[in-house]
């Protein structure tokens, strides 16, 4: 997972939405959807839906979310296009639990389908990610527009996405929602051991860009090339390229590892 710095709201997207709160059938609609009976919150949301997101104009919102992510997918970093087939249009606070969230642009994340549109083999299981598998879950607290919640973000040489420990959130919470809301390490056991990947194989692509990233970085440092100049290019232009490579979190945390150690022992000596 990356930080997103969301931006303002476009034009066109505000102006609907300033259409949509005029209609007399806006105040109908209660406001707190989360503390209702479970069939009347769905019947209600079924309306919000379908009465005033699905109104709002998509492809602009789509382009405006690839703009801010970078083109990847707001939890595993898969790359994503503006096309309703292959990108929803994500609601970090559930449609279905408040109506003003429903339609507030700062709400909506870029996500791909989490496997829920890839082919399978016979006799594969689909084990689904990312939006597809949080679906309705409102109690998910790690949140990729957080920049200091971001930062608690590791990954490790078997492709593993893990959360440090931090004073302000508590390290088993995020990481329950990286593994169990987010699926974002694939089937685990008991031991947290991954047993099936993704079916968009999300373990394996980290597990192969962190090795090749640090391949890149032992080479450099046997031969006496790898330096913190070279390490803040290669980190500049992963964070400022407007279509980031897919992954690009597991690249950027290889090369930051290797900085800071560089920069430590300078430092030191």
């Known amino acids: 997972m990356l930080y997103i710095e969301k931006g303002p709201c476009p034009e066109e997207v505000q102006q609907k939405i300033t259409q949509l709160k005029a209609r007399p059938s ?80 700062y709400n909506f994340l870029g996500t791909c389908k989490g496997g829920s549109d890839v082919a399978l083999g016979e006799g594969e299981e689909r084990v689904i990610c990312c939006d597809a598998k949080k679906g309705d879950n409102d109690s998910m607290v790690i949140d990729p527009r957080n920049e ?22 508590s390290q088993q919470i995020l990481q329950h929602d990286l ?6 390490n694939g089937k685990l056991d008991e031991n947290h051991i991954c047993t099936q990947d993704t079916t968009t ?33 290669k980190i500049r232009r992963c964070i400022e390229a407007e279509r980031r490579e897919q ?14 150690r560089l920069a430590a022992k300078q430092n030191n000596g």
């Open 201 to 233: 194989e999300l373990v394996k692509k980290r597990r192969d860009l962190f090795k090749d990233t640090e391949s890149l970085c032992l080479e450099r440092q046997e031969a006496g090339t790898l330096t913190i100049d070279f390490l803040d290019e």
């Open 148 to 169: 200091e919640m971001m930062k608690l973000i590791t990954y490790d040489s078997d492709g593993v996405i893990s959360v440090r420990e931090s004073e302000t959130w």
């Open 26 to 105: 806006w105040a109908s609609i209660p406001c707190n959807l989360g503390a209702l009976p479970e069939h009347e919150r769905h019947r209600w949301a079924n309306k919000l839906r379908k009465n005033f997101f699905d109104e709002l104009p998509k492809k602009t919102i789509r382009d405006a979310l690839l703009k801010e992510q970078h083109g990847l997918c707001a939890y595993c970093m898969l790359p994503i296009e503006n096309d309703g087939d292959k990108m929803t249009i994500e609601h970090f606070s559930p449609l279905s639990r408040d109506k003003e969230k429903a339609i507030d642009y």
């Open 247 to 260: 992954m690009a979190g597991v690249k950027l945390f290889v090369l930051q590892y290797y900085r800071d």
């Open 179 to 184: 593994d169990a809301v987010l699926f974002l």
